[in-house]
């Protein structure tokens, strides 16, 4: 099970690397996504596909895993998409946000008549669609885990795995808030985004740490 448990970690030390490579670009208020625009982006693009990949992979070997460590075999489909739905944020690029990556001398955007925002394009609107089997798909795994837990009478898996779904909304949550115009969590916003991040991924190398212990 180490690649369901190394994609996570790896993950993020790619962004927190690339992201401090990247000039203008402040992790506490961009997202993670943002590292992905612009001709500079292709790290990040690889990072989102590599990772995909690996919890691909992992979703596979967790089907064979015993439900009473995994949880009900839904549990490896949702992992199987949170993959999927990373592969797709690196094929389908975000749209810029809070003037980054700044736009090209000369080169201007479509604006939505009265917003003064940039027009969302098909590839940002894909791209976002992508996010959910990420963090709904690992919301959903974690709490359908805890339930198996609970029956088998494993609290301390239980609890972890109830907590991390519950960390997981509540960060999504602050991160969604601070996108919002004129959010007053705006300087936060990529804050928020690593935190769920973590939550998220670090549940699912929990998983797959346990999974391995069974098999």
Request: aromatic letters at 8%; charged letters at 15%.
């Amino acid at each position: 099970m180490g690649l369901g448990a190394l994609a996570g970690p790896l993950f993020v030390a790619a962004f927190t690397a690339i992201g401090a490579k990247r000039p203008g670009y402040d992790w506490r208020r961009l997202p993670v996504s943002s590292l992905a625009c612009g001709r500079h982006g292709w790290p990040q693009r690889a990072n989102f596909i590599l990772t995909g990949s690996l919890y691909c992979c992992a979703a596979r070997e967790l089907g064979r895993a015993p439900a009473r460590r995994v949880g009900p075999r839904a549990v490896p489909l949702l992992v199987g998409g949170v993959g999927i739905g990373l592969v797709g944020s690196g094929l389908f690029v975000t749209d810029p946000v809070g003037g980054f990556p700044p736009s090209p001398p000369g080169e201007l955007r479509p604006l939505i008549v009265g917003a003064g925002e940039p027009e969302p394009t098909l590839g940002g609107r894909l791209h976002n669609l992508c996010a959910i089997p990420i963090f709904a798909g690992t919301t959903v795994a974690a709490l359908a885990s805890a339930a198996t837990a609970i029956r088998v009478r494993d609290c301390r898996w239980a609890v972890y795995s109830a907590g991390g779904a519950i960390s997981v909304v509540g960060t999504f949550a602050l991160f969604g808030a601070a996108l919002a115009p004129s959010s007053p969590l705006a300087k936060y916003g990529g804050v928020f985004q690593r935190m769920a991040i973590g939550a998220a991924f670090g549940w699912l190398s929990a998983l797959s740490i346990r999974a391995g212990r069974a098999s």
